[in-house]
């Protein structure tokens, strides 16, 4: 067989990159969006885009990319998304105007750029240039007094132990715009600056910014911000307030994965606070996750935080005790002693310390992470009731349930979603089979649970104009170019009884983890608010 045929049917046989070239690189985003999470989506959003760069369509290249840095973020790999974001801004570059009619992507496109250079605080992997110049192009374009601009700046030195320089970017942050679209979450600002100002030996002040936070329409709130002031409140002597905040907090970090960078400071308020076997015990239960971690700087901190308390523990005669590890990789599951493993834990925190400040030409990380590992219980106020107290459990009879505070996640329930539409004020019917059904404009709006438990809250939008069969290809058409443009909800056809197409949309939201009201009344709103924008625009097809 000539080499020139068997090219050819051995690029047939590439699945991938033949729907993109047949079908159209629209359409092949399109299937890509819907793939499972995981690296066969990101590697075919990578395709694509690399192929919409060298077929001259740069708006399809940015709708990857887009689509492609979104898919990091999910999989919780933030330092991927720096080339992506690098190619954003090579194809704005090229194309100056590609976005003049979309302000609401240039806007995506800098909070990308944001998470961007902050992943260089999470690992090495990311370079100390690569993330200046991501910075620098920032603040050409929002301006170098801006708050996202100086908060970056803020914590890229304190990064590099440059604490004035911090100090100064810090007053710039503080006098910026906290509703600043690019800025990040501003409920989690303060918990952001009472890290800076605790890491500084400032605890009383780290404390008054904390008290400044507005948990409102935050999901990580309150229980961020009461983690970040658990080594304040003990410096300060307010060693109940602690107590009552590490119980509150860690009820909901010890499951919930994202809240892994969280844990050292538990396990830095059981170590210093007196509670060792308390300690310990969180140690045990959390130590499968430092195999894997959200980042670098979070198992640094992890293990640092775990050193520490053992070495305490061991101090204080409990370096005996064994505490099962389990395998990872080529290390073995083992029994270990808790002097054993305070060891390992060092010997880790302190390679990645070494880490970063290779990348870094500073010393400052691993100087940061010797001092954690000299630190000793603080004297005096720290006599705390008896361990008992922290258990998940009371030992008195349970009260009846009230409803849940706003802020407290609880499971997805009807009386939970009836009282999210309630709130809007809105006329909705209750189908026998507990679904919720609205009419909102063109849109009839269902909400129901799925899913064994019942912990799957399901939007479907249907919109109240139907087309007629003969026109299958141009509702195909318009259902694409939906998904393609837009994050929801996910539209689609299906022909009913009467052979008319009905143009219909879903949300499907996992919540497993369960649900703070102000969170469902979120995702209801957004249901809502993009099923109605979903069904206006099938009203309006010719």
Do not use: K
């Given at each position: 067989?000539?080499?020139?045929?068997?090219?050819?049917?051995?690029?047939?046989?590439?699945?991938?990159?033949?729907?993109?070239?047949?079908?159209?690189?629209?359409a092949a985003l399109a299937d890509a969006r819907d793939r499972p999470d995981g690296e066969e989506r990101c590697a075919e959003l990578e395709r694509i885009a690399v192929r919409a760069?060298?077929?001259?369509?740069?708006?399809?290249?940015?709708?990857?990319?887009?689509?492609?840095?979104?898919?990091?973020?999910?999989?919780?790999?933030?330092?991927?998304?720096?080339?992506?974001?690098?190619?954003?801004?090579?194809?704005?570059?090229?194309?100056?105007?590609?976005?003049?009619?979309?302000?609401?992507?240039?806007?995506?496109?800098?909070?990308?750029?944001?998470?961007?250079?902050?992943?260089?605080?999470?690992?090495?992997?990311?370079?100390?240039?690569?993330?200046?110049?991501?910075?620098?192009?920032?603040?050409?374009?929002?301006?170098?007094?801006?708050?996202?601009?100086?908060?970056?700046?803020?914590?890229?030195?304190?990064?590099?132990?440059?604490?004035?320089?911090?100090?100064?970017?810090?007053?710039?942050?503080?006098?910026?715009?906290?509703?600043?679209?690019?800025g990040g979450c501003p409920g989690c600002a303060p918990a952001r600056r009472a890290e800076l100002l605790a890491g500084w030996g400032e605890p009383e002040a780290a404390l008054t910014?904390?008290?400044?936070?507005?948990?409102?329409?935050?999901?990580?709130?309150?229980?961020?911000?009461?983690?970040?002031?658990?080594?304040?409140?003990?410096?300060?002597?307010?060693?109940?307030?602690?107590?009552?905040?590490?119980?509150?907090?860690?009820?909901?970090?010890?499951?919930?994965?994202?809240?892994?960078?969280?844990?050292?400071?538990?396990?830095?308020?059981?170590?210093?606070?007196?509670?060792?076997?308390?300690?310990?015990?969180?140690?045990?239960?959390?130590?499968?996750?430092?195999?894997?971690?959200?980042?670098?700087?979070?198992?640094?901190?992890?293990?640092?935080?775990?050193?520490?308390?053992?070495?305490?523990?061991?101090?204080?005669?409990?370096?005996?005790?064994?505490?099962?590890?389990?395998?990872?990789?080529?290390?073995?599951?083992?029994?270990?002693?808790?002097?054993?493993?305070?060891?390992?834990?060092?010997?880790?925190?302190?390679?990645?310390?070494?880490?970063?400040?290779?990348?870094?030409?500073?010393?400052?990380?691993?100087?940061?992470?010797?001092?954690?590992?000299?630190?000793?219980?603080?004297?005096?106020?720290?006599?705390?009731?008896?361990?008992?107290?922290?258990?998940?459990?009371?030992?008195?009879?349970?009260?009846?349930?009230?409803?849940?505070?706003?802020?407290?996640?609880?499971?997805?329930?009807?009386?939970?979603?009836?009282?999210?539409?309630?709130?809007?004020?809105?006329?909705?019917?209750?189908?026998?089979?507990?679904?919720?059904?609205?009419?909102?404009?063109?849109?009839?709006?269902?909400?129901?649970?799925?899913?064994?438990?019942?912990?799957?809250?399901?939007?479907?939008?249907?919109?109240?104009?139907?087309?007629?069969?003969?026109?299958?290809?141009?509702?195909?058409?318009?259902?694409?170019?939906?998904?393609?443009?837009?994050?929801?909800?996910?539209?689609?056809?299906h022909e009913a009884d009467d052979g008319t197409l009905v143009l219909a949309a879903g949300i499907t939201t996992d919540l497993s983890c369960g649900v703070a009201p102000t969170q469902?009344?979120?995702?209801?709103?957004?249901?809502?608010?993009?099923?109605?924008?979903?069904?206006?625009?099938?009203?309006?097809?010719?």
């Amino acid at each position: 067989m000539p080499a020139r045929r068997r090219r050819r049917r051995a690029a047939r046989r590439v699945g991938p990159v033949t729907t993109a070239r047949d079908r159209g690189l629209a359409a092949a985003l399109a299937d890509a969006r819907d793939r499972p999470d995981g690296e066969e989506r990101c590697a075919e959003l990578e395709r694509i885009a690399v192929r919409a760069d060298a077929t001259g369509d740069p708006r399809t290249a940015v709708s990857a990319r887009f689509a492609l840095v979104e898919a990091y973020l999910h999989l919780g790999e933030r330092w991927r998304t720096v080339e992506a974001v690098r190619h954003l801004r090579a194809t704005l570059a090229r194309h100056p105007g590609l976005l003049d009619a979309h302000p609401d992507e240039l806007t995506r496109l800098r909070r990308h750029q944001r998470q961007a250079v902050e992943a260089l605080f999470g690992t090495p992997r990311v370079g100390l240039d690569q993330a200046r110049a991501l910075l620098d192009t920032l603040a050409e374009e929002l301006g170098p007094d801006a708050g996202p601009v100086a908060e970056l700046r803020c914590r890229l030195a304190d990064h590099l132990g440059d604490e004035p320089t911090a100090r100064r970017a810090y007053a710039g942050w503080t006098a910026g715009d906290p509703a600043d679209p690019v800025g990040g979450c501003p409920g989690c600002a303060p918990a952001r600056r009472a890290e800076l100002l605790a890491g500084w030996g400032e605890p009383e002040a780290a404390l008054t910014v904390l008290a400044t936070a507005d948990p409102a329409g935050c999901t990580d709130q309150p229980e961020r911000s009461l983690a970040t002031g658990l080594l304040p409140w003990l410096r300060t002597g307010a060693v109940e307030d602690a107590a009552r905040a590490h119980v509150r907090a860690y009820r909901r970090h010890r499951r919930e994965r994202t809240a892994f960078p969280l844990l050292a400071a538990h396990l830095r308020f059981c170590a210093l606070g007196g509670y060792l076997h308390r300690g310990l015990e969180l140690l045990t239960e959390q130590l499968p996750r430092l195999d894997h971690p959200a980042d670098d700087l979070s198992a640094m901190e992890f293990a640092a935080a775990g050193a520490l308390l053992c070495g305490l523990a061991a101090e204080a005669g409990l370096g005996g005790r064994r505490i099962h590890r389990p395998g990872h990789g080529p290390r073995p599951a083992a029994e270990v002693d808790v002097a054993t493993l305070g060891a390992q834990l060092q010997a880790l925190a302190t390679a990645l310390a070494g880490s970063f400040d290779a990348r870094n030409g500073t010393g400052h990380q691993s100087g940061r992470i010797a001092s954690w590992l000299a630190e000793r219980p603080l004297a005096g106020p720290v006599s705390l009731a008896a361990e008992s107290d922290f258990d998940d459990e009371p030992a008195v009879e349970a009260a009846e349930p009230g409803p849940p505070d706003p802020d407290e996640p609880a499971p997805l329930d009807p009386a939970l979603l009836t009282a999210a539409l309630d709130a809007r004020g809105e006329a909705y019917t209750v189908e026998p089979d507990g679904t919720l059904v609205g009419r909102w404009g063109e849109a009839t709006i269902q909400f129901r649970r799925l899913g064994r438990h019942g912990d799957v809250l399901h939007a479907r939008v249907v919109a109240a104009r139907r087309l007629p069969a003969d026109r299958r290809a141009e509702a195909y058409a318009f259902c694409n170019v939906w998904n393609h443009d837009r994050l929801l909800p996910a539209a689609y056809v299906h022909e009913a009884d009467d052979g008319t197409l009905v143009l219909a949309a879903g949300i499907t939201t996992d919540l497993s983890c369960g649900v703070a009201p102000t969170q469902l009344t979120v995702l209801v709103a957004a249901a809502i608010r993009t099923g109605t924008a979903y069904a206006d625009a099938v009203a309006a097809l010719p």
